[in-house]
């Protein structure tokens, strides 16, 4: 009677303690539309493949003669000028602009809205061919006495917008106005708790930006500053509108001249591919950077899930001992 009872009582403990019990088994869903989408993609690929190095109209050859010529690498050069400088300009300004929307004065909050409105609500190829054209509105450009007075400097448009300034004008001040939003967006994502935090740490406020809101708001600014940077390469394409010899443009003189449209157009469609794919790779690893502290806590989190997964598997002999303790023994 007693070895009954006892018996009894192990099993009550073993129904109230779940982590005394045999860890289940998780067998993962079976997904075969996966395997037959990838083989579909697969098969598609191949046929894809097949016929682009099977059809002579590519002209594989007259690719590989135009790939290193030395107008495409001017032009490439110049395209990578251009996207460095502008996208440098608009990130600065951007910046600007964000710090006058998020500020408490009227005016500069009205001014950076008034800003936004403009530049984002404007095509960017219209906004080029506007600057490039600013000499029909303005033949001459400087500092003039109001009502009628005399001209203190100026000079002629046509000889200061050229085609680079009217380039990095249209693409940085557009720019400008996508990144003053990021830079907004990734600010306002730090808590308030952060600044106050720091302030009673003693920190001043240019410290505690530096140190405590920058890191934290460079975590939401960086990925889609990444995707603007390649979004801005491709952008400057536009610029070949305006007769600025950049990558698209050097294969449009080249092609015009001998007719071989497709296989110059492969060759920028290849090395946009390449850069494109490089700077992919360092956002990654700037975002990596600056993603630590994420990764570093999410790894954190799952530890005791793994203790305890590690606690239950260690126990189910023991589980199994006490199984076979409580069997109830009858004496003869």
């Not at 079976?30 to 493949?49: N, W």
């Not at 967006?185 to 003693?202: D, F, K, M, P, W």
């Not at 610029?239 to 050097?250: G, K, R």
Request: glycine share 6%; aromatic share 10%; hydrophobic share 45%.
């Amino acid at each position: 009677m007693s070895n009954t009872l006892a018996a009894a009582d192990t099993s009550d403990d073993t129904r109230l303690d779940p982590t005394a019990l045999p860890p289940t088994e998780i067998v993962p869903l079976r997904h075969p539309f996966r395997a037959l989408s990838a083989l579909l993609l697969l098969f598609l690929a191949v046929c894809f493949g097949y016929s682009v190095v099977t059809n002579k109209n590519y002209e594989w050859g007259i690719v590989g003669s135009y790939l290193f010529d030395d107008r495409i690498l001017t032009g490439l050069g110049r395209t990578l000028l251009l996207t460095a400088f502008a996208m440098s300009v608009g990130i600065v300004l951007g910046i600007v602009v964000a710090t006058c929307r998020l500020s408490e004065n009227r005016v500069l909050s009205t001014c950076a809205n008034a800003y936004l409105w403009f530049f984002r609500g404007t095509p960017l190829l219209i906004q080029l061919i506007f600057w490039f054209n600013l000499a029909a509105l303005y033949p001459r450009i400087g500092l003039v006495l109001p009502f009628g007075g005399p001209e203190i400097f100026g000079f002629e448009s046509n000889t200061v917008l050229t085609v680079w300034v009217v380039a990095l004008l249209g693409l940085s001040l557009n720019e400008a106005a996508y990144m003053a939003e990021i830079i907004r967006g990734g600010l306002l994502a730090v808590s308030q708790n952060q600044t106050e935090a720091a302030r009673a740490l003693g920190m001043n406020q240019f410290l505690a930006f530096r140190r405590i809101i920058l890191p934290q708001a460079l975590r939401v600014i960086v990925p889609p500053t990444g995707n603007q940077v390649i979004g801005m390469l491709k952008y400057s394409t536009l610029v070949s509108i305006i007769a600025l010899p950049d990558l698209l443009y050097s294969a449009q003189l080249i092609y015009s001249q001998n007719f071989q449209t497709i296989p110059l157009l492969i060759v920028v469609s290849i090395w946009y591919l390449l850069c494109t794919t490089i700077l992919t790779v360092i956002q990654r690893y700037i975002e990596r950077y600056y993603g630590r502290g994420i990764r570093s806590s999410s790894q954190t989190a799952l530890k005791p899930r793994l203790r305890m997964r590690n606690r239950a598997k260690s126990r189910e002999p023991l589980h199994n001992q006490q199984l076979n303790n409580s069997t109830p023994k009858v004496d003869p």
